[in-house]
């Protein structure tokens, strides 16, 4: 399963790549870490797109990502918590009046908990999922598209609190 989720990243990337002038794809593995570490992408002017790929899995501690534009303004991201760290997962967008939080709340019959969230407003455009089973792997992916976005800088933060787990992000821009 957790293959299956990096899979669709490296799908989704291969599909991006040949719209995208920049791209940026990065892979992180954690071995119980406690640590920040910024992924900048430079965006030129007139981009009309500039989208952002998250993928995480974690056994067991806080996964956070944290997009930011130009301006140091949150632009969005999601957090991860293991089931030992009363498993949650929550997903934020600015730029418009989404935001959404929740916690893994909806059972199947494989002890495991799931939900997903999707919205669109003022140009950007958001889907997130997170799952969670009773062994205290959770995993979590979002995806958000920015039409027109600020040129200059923009980071990902990625922060981790005692994680056992990884990530794989992917952000492109296309003109």
């Given at each position: 399963?957790?293959?299956?989720?990096?899979?669709?990243?490296?799908?989704?990337?291969?599909?991006?790549?040949?719209?995208s002038n920049s791209e940026?794809?990065?892979?992180?593995?954690?071995?119980?870490?406690?640590?920040?570490?910024?992924?900048?992408?430079?965006?030129?002017?007139?981009?009309?797109?500039?989208?952002?790929?998250?993928?995480?899995?974690?056994?067991?501690?806080?996964?956070?990502?944290?997009?930011?534009?130009?301006?140091?303004?949150?632009?969005?991201?999601?957090?991860?918590?293991?089931?030992?760290?009363?498993?949650?997962?929550?997903?934020?967008?600015?730029?418009?009046?989404?935001?959404?939080?929740?916690?893994?709340?909806?059972?199947?019959?494989?002890?495991?908990?799931?939900?997903?969230?999707?919205?669109?407003?003022?140009?950007?455009?958001?889907?997130?999922?997170?799952?969670?089973?009773?062994?205290?792997?959770?995993?979590?992916?979002?995806?958000?598209?920015i039409e027109n976005p600020?040129?200059?800088?923009?980071?990902?933060?990625?922060?981790?609190?005692?994680?056992?787990?990884?990530?794989?992000?992917?952000?492109?821009?296309?003109?």
């Open positions: 399963m957790k293959n299956v989720l990096f899979l669709f990243l490296v799908f989704f990337s291969s599909s991006i790549v040949g719209q940026v794809a990065k892979q992180f593995k954690f071995d119980n870490e406690t640590a920040e570490e910024e992924v900048t992408i430079v965006v030129e002017p007139n981009t009309k797109f500039l989208s952002f790929q998250f993928q995480g899995q974690i056994e067991s501690g806080e996964l956070k990502i944290t997009i930011k534009d130009p301006k140091n303004k949150k632009e969005g991201g999601f957090q991860l918590k293991s089931k030992s760290s009363k498993t949650t997962s929550s997903m934020s967008s600015s730029g418009g009046t989404s935001s959404s939080s929740s916690s893994t709340n909806s059972s199947t019959s494989s002890n495991s908990n799931s939900n997903s969230n999707s919205n669109s407003s003022d140009g950007h455009t958001y889907s997130f999922s997170s799952t969670s089973s009773d062994n205290g792997k959770t995993s979590g992916s979002m995806n958000k598209q600020l040129a200059g800088e923009w980071k990902v933060v990625i922060q981790t609190l005692k994680v056992n787990g990884k990530a794989a992000l992917i952000i492109g821009q296309s003109k």
